[in-house]
């Protein structure tokens, strides 16, 4: 029988006659330095890694499509946006997805306790829509200028190179905005079965824009057909003495096996503006959209239906960014949102190239045409569309020629925005108690007793000063909480709950200090002295 199989080349188009054995001279002499195929094979591989996510290096990837249900709850999607991918129906968006853990690096386990990433790229008609989301609703920050601060304390020692919890609780002792998130992080939750059995949430705040111009704000979730399924620390331990990828496993098996994983996919919505009635910031994303007032609104569904064809190429070259939305859906002032769209194209740009818009994975669906003046930089694949002038990488030009404008929208919605230059704290209150108290009691007990141990042998590893301090923290989101992690750990309840208020922070539960400026103008929310 002939053999049909492909013949093996260089780069360069050249048939390899042997792979086995190097060009030497002699049978036992020196190799040659003109031996191009050798060394193209060998300086390729010398470069097959790219520096990993400085976050989320850990992660698994599927396609799929998302189908709008071109409602949003029980009212018409156009009432409050003008975006094409949650108005059309019978279409389908491909869609692209990448889970992630946060702080492991690249081939750590998937039993992690972290939140895990739930990055989603809408091919859509108009272009890219990516919602960079988390499986939990909340974060740890709520000012993007933290967030190198919280990842250094995240990840490993810089000396000793190990994830120490000491560090971990060094940082949210100061940052009792964290407690609600670490809360759920310790629980159960912090540890999802695997990535099909988790929801997702988009976690920052967006706004919706409809063809009026007008804005309402927004937050976006997934919900599992599947369910949520999380898993206790013992349990995650047995899976991780058989299995590190066990989670991209599941995912791959159950997508080839035909048992294709969906989503569910809801926005909450509120009026824009300050809304002041609320005890919390709804810029805040230390806090959750309470869903009695709140509803999740269904909008439409994701399914996931085929695996990558090659991790390096579509996982670990995908690109998912804040930044990337399609008209109709907007960006809120919340300051996490505002920080991140800088971070993530800027990462990528170091981290995979400057042309990664480029790569089939990133770029948008065939139907999209990309047309830019943007040139060169390294990996340059190839010319955007310029139309039949070649030479007008510029615009406007006087000869009619090139590229033009889009039209604008009839209506476009412009935020009227007024302030005095500063820094701000993004909360009204010192309350960053309330949500986790309420958390730590909507826990089962099977929940509960697990994140108190969790707890108890993380406060076992810190100093005494950090033990008092999250003491302090947990008794006032809740005084059994408090009172349970002291006793497990053997702290001084007592002399945890005799602590002041941090430096730079109200009292709990307590209205932020007001500045009063020369003019007689007042601003809240500035650190108390
Ligand atoms: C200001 C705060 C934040 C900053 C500066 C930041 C920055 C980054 C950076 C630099 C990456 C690596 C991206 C890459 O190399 O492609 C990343 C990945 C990621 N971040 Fe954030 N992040 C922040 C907050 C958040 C929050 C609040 C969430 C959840 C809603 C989140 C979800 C993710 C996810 C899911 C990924 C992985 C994306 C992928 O799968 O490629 N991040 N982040």
């Known amino acids: 029988m002939s053999d049909q199989r492909p013949i093996l080349t260089t780069r360069q188009g050249h048939p390899v006659r042997d792979n086995q054995n ?289 991790f390096f190429a579509e996982v670990e070259q995908s690109a998912f960014g804040t930044g990337v939305l399609v008209d109709g859906i907007d960006f809120s002032d919340d300051k996490m949102l505002q920080g991140r769209t800088l971070s993530y194209s800027d990462t990528q740009r170091y981290r995979v190239g400057p042309n990664y818009l480029q790569l089939p994975i990133n770029a948008p669906q065939p139907g999209v045409k990309v047309y830019s003046n943007q040139r060169d930089g390294q990996m340059t694949y190839m010319v955007d569309g310029t139309g039949p002038n070649k030479h007008i990488n510029y615009e406007p030009s006087t000869l009619a020629e090139g590229l033009r404008e889009a039209p604008k929208p009839a209506k476009e919605y412009h935020q009227r925005v007024e302030g005095r230059l500063g820094r701000y704290q993004t909360s009204r209150t010192e309350d960053d108690y309330t949500q986790a108290g309420e958390r730590y009691r909507s826990f089962q007990d099977w929940e509960r007793e697990d994140l108190i141990a969790n707890l108890v042998a993380d406060m076992k590893q810190c100093p005494e000063p950090i033990q008092l301090r999250m003491v302090w923290h947990f008794w006032h989101a809740d005084e059994d909480y408090g009172r349970r992690v002291a006793e497990g750990a053997g702290i001084d309840l007592e002399k945890a709950k005799a602590l002041p208020p941090l430096p730079g922070r109200a009292a709990p539960g307590k209205r932020l200090q007001t500045e009063t400026y020369s003019d007689g103008s007042q601003a809240q929310r500035v650190a108390a002295e």
């Open 22 to 310: 190097t060009r030497t001279v002699g049978e036992r002499g020196p190799a040659t330095l003109e031996n191009y195929q050798f060394i193209e094979k060998i300086t390729h591989f010398d470069r097959e890694r790219i520096p990993e996510r400085v976050v989320h290096a850990r992660g698994a990837g599927a396609h799929g499509w998302f189908e709008a249900y071109g409602k949003i709850g029980d009212e018409p999607a156009s009432k409050y946006t003008r975006a094409r991918v949650l108005n059309e129906t019978g279409v389908r968006t491909p869609m692209f997805v990448r889970f992630s853990t946060v702080a492991g690096a690249k081939e750590s386990p998937e039993t992690e306790r972290d939140p895990r990433g739930f990055a989603v790229k809408f091919k859509t008609v108009d272009g890219n829509w990516d919602l960079v989301g988390n499986n939990l609703k909340v974060f740890f920050i709520r000012d993007a200028i933290k967030f190198p601060d919280m990842i250094h304390a995240f990840k490993p020692d810089p000396v000793t190179n190990r994830q120490e919890a000491w560090r971990f609780f060094d940082f949210v002792a100061q940052h009792p905005e964290s407690i609600h998130m670490v809360t759920w992080l310790k629980s159960p939750w912090g540890i999802p079965a695997n990535y099909r059995e988790m929801e997702g949430s988009g976690v920052n705040t967006y706004k919706l824009v409809n063809d009026q111009g007008e804005a309402v704000l927004c937050k976006f979730h997934w919900i599992p057909k599947q369910g949520v399924r999380n898993l206790t620390s013992s349990q995650a331990s047995e899976i991780q003495g058989k299995d590190v990828g066990h989670a991209t496993r599941d995912l791959y098996d159950n997508i080839k096996a035909g048992n294709f994983p969906e989503w569910e996919f809801a926005v909450q919505i509120m009026p824009d503006g300050p809304n002041d009635h609320l005890s919390f910031d709804p810029l805040d994303d230390t806090k959750l959209w309470p869903v009695d007032q709140f509803p999740l609104r269904p909008c439409g569904r994701m399914v996931l239906d085929r695996v990558p064809d090659n």
